[in-house]
C-alpha cells in the first residue's frame, strides 16, 4: 500500500503560479507512473500529468505549456509547477501513483484545492 500526501494548494490571481508536492511512501517500483489529476465541480477527475521514473512526461492539452511536472524517485516525491493559471484551473488535485507491478493497482492522495480568482 502507498500513502500519498499532497501540499501546496491556495488561493492566487489569475496569471499566478503555485507549486504542488506530493510525498509517496510506502512500497514504491521503478515502473510507477506518477502522476496529478484534478477534480472541478461538476466535472469528472481528468488528467492533469504524469511521469515515468525515466523522465518521459504527459501532458493534458489544456495545461501544455503551463504546467510542468517533474519526480525524484530517491525521495518518491512528484511536483506540478503551475503556471499563468485561470480561473478554470480551480479543482481539487490529486495526486496518483499507478503501479503495473500490482497489476496496475492506482493509489490516490486526499486531494489539496487550488482556487484561482478572476
Known amino acids: 500500500q502507498v500513502q500519498l500526501v499532497e501540499s501546496g494548494g491556495g488561493l492566487v490571481q489569475a496569471g499566478g503560479s503555485l507549486r504542488l508536492s506530493c510525498v509517496a511512501s510506502?512500497?514504491?517500483?521503478?515502473?510507477?507512473?506518477m502522476g496529478w489529476y484534478r477534480q472541478a465541480p461538476g466535472k469528472q477527475r481528468e488528467l492533469v500529468a504524469d511521469?515515468?521514473?525515466?523522465?518521459?512526461?504527459n501532458y493534458a492539452d489544456s495545461v501544455k505549456g503551463r504546467f510542468t511536472i517533474s519526480r525524484d524517485n530517491f525521495k518518491g516525491t512528484v511536483w506540478l509547477q503551475m503556471s499563468s493559471l485561470k480561473p478554470e484551473d480551480t479543482a481539487v488535485y490529486y495526486c496518483?501513483?499507478?503501479?503495473?507491478?500490482?497489476?496496475?493497482?492506482?493509489?490516490w492522495g486526499k486531494g489539496t484545492l487550488v482556487t484561482v480568482s478572476s
Open positions: 496518483n501513483i499507478y503501479q503495473a507491478s500490482l497489476s496496475g493497482m492506482d493509489n
Open positions: 511521469i515515468t521514473s525515466g523522465g518521459t512526461t
Open positions: 510506502g512500497t514504491l517500483f521503478s515502473s510507477d507512473v
